[in-house]
């Protein structure tokens, strides 16, 4: 049986992207609003003036998490738990684009991409459904056609629960927090000519497990990602992946002093750096 309390803490995690818009920034949050079920709020970029533009409710929508993506047509879409929703900034409207009928079975991963074809590209975990493990769809905004693409088998992944990244026109990375070889997820490849997913790696505990975000492409052959578990602690691992070798280089193993079972996904900044965060551990836990 499927960990149902990890996935639903994954989609329930409060985790604010904010996209700047002028001299406001607009972001999400999983919780409160009127309904107490996440909002849409934007607020100015020294702090101030914040205010709530959307509120979600259970039928709409609820516990977004993730960013919003601000597509070609200027409007903004985004995942709330079984809905992916779009968000007009201009009239201020929120409309329901596809609702998948039972948020325990189908649930919309985090963090939609567009790309040069102008279609919007995600993927959808489930949680009950024994032998559907999710899938990935492609959504063209101006027809407003939703389409089915692959399906995961659980050899090949089961559970996406972050997005896609994109290496060239055609082809896609990503990974699922569970299924594979050792059950503990995969990194695997979409290819967009021929609709087909190919799993490049598994994820088997010692090189981390139970990946929950994305992954970062930094250079024609290098990605770098997290891991909620696994690693020398079993908390978690920062890791690198090179693409032609199809091999995990395992960088730093979390624990709980310094922070543990990071969550989102990692940045690189202008100092070349990377960032990220964890969900417990630290002074405060």
Known sequence: MKRVLIILAS???????????????IGMTAYGGEYGAGTIYKVNLDGTEHEVVYSFYQIEGSGPVGKLLEASNGKLYGTAANVMF???????????????LNVYEHFFGKDLIQVTNGKLYGVTGDLYLDGEAGTIFEFNIETEEYTVLANFDIENGDLPTAGLIQLNDSIFYGMTHKGGEYDNGVIYEFNLNTNSINKKFDFNGIYGSEPEGKLLFVNDSTFYGMTTKGGTNDEGIIFRYNLLADSVERLHNFQEMTGSEPHGSLIQCTNGKLYGMTLWGGDNN
């Open 86 to 100: 779009e968000y007009n900034i201009e009239n201020i409207t929120y409309k329901c684009l596809k609702k998948h």
């Open 11 to 25: 989609i329930l995690l409060i985790i604010t992207n904010c996209k700047l818009f002028s001299q406001h920034l």
